[in-house]
């Protein structure tokens, strides 16, 4: 199983060094090709890069422009491959038990016994906190559920809400807003205290 794990971080990286140069080498083509079929072609650019206010003519001018273009091309392989390393995503959210009353209640334990339904389990929660590993096959999110036994459940928001923090390379997302579980069933979370000790 390390054999693999090494075989497959191996692939990442090597990945990684291939857009690297891709990224570099690709404009080199047509910088090499109106160096060589027009060596005395004015082929200029000018304006602005970042702060820096640019010149360039000739071979260097088209290797500048292609590089240019090249830049957004990249982003989007260095995402691709960081679904190579990371097949799942990982989503963090803070879950917020509400009495019959409407009212939050501070229960760590209460908290500590939720589960979130989805197949396979490949989930972890902790006193105030859960965080799911879901496979999204195709693009496509499976509806999740986040349940208290004997209290409550609520489907994790999906699409997400405005605000959620999303992190396509690492495939994490933190919601901002808890997942409010609303307390449905006859559960007493004073009661319930004394199990968790």
Avoid at 81 to 96: C, D, S, Y
Avoid at 100 to 111: E, I, N, S, W
Avoid at 152 to 159: K, L, R, T
Avoid at 167 to 178: A, N
Wanted: with cysteine; charged share 10%.
């Amino acid at each position: 199983m390390n054999g693999a794990a090494t075989n497959s971080d191996l692939f990442i990286v090597i990945c990684h060094v291939v857009v690297c140069l891709l990224g570099v080498l690709a404009p080199l083509v047509p910088a090499v090709l109106i160096y060589r079929l027009f060596p005395g072609t004015g082929v200029t650019v000018s304006g602005p890069l970042s702060a820096l206010s640019i010149r360039a003519s000739g071979a260097f001018a088209a290797y500048v422009i292609v590089f240019l273009l090249m830049i957004p091309l990249l982003s989007k392989f260095q995402n691709t491959i960081g679904g190579f390393t990371r097949p799942v995503w990982t989503v963090t959210a803070t879950i917020v038990p509400i009495d019959k009353d409407g009212k939050p209640v501070d229960a760590p334990y209460l908290v500590g016994s939720a589960k979130v339904t989805i197949t396979p389990e490949v989930n972890r929660v902790n006193n105030k906190q859960v965080i799911m590993r879901i496979p999204v096959l195709g693009g496509d999110w499976p509806s999740v559920t986040v349940t208290i036994p004997q209290w409550g459940a609520s489907d994790v928001p999906i699409p997400f809400p405005q605000g959620t923090v999303i992190d396509q390379y690492s495939k994490e997302v933190t919601l901002r807003h808890p997942i409010q579980i609303r307390q449905v069933g006859g559960g007493q979370y004073g009661a319930s205290s004394s199990q968790g000790n």
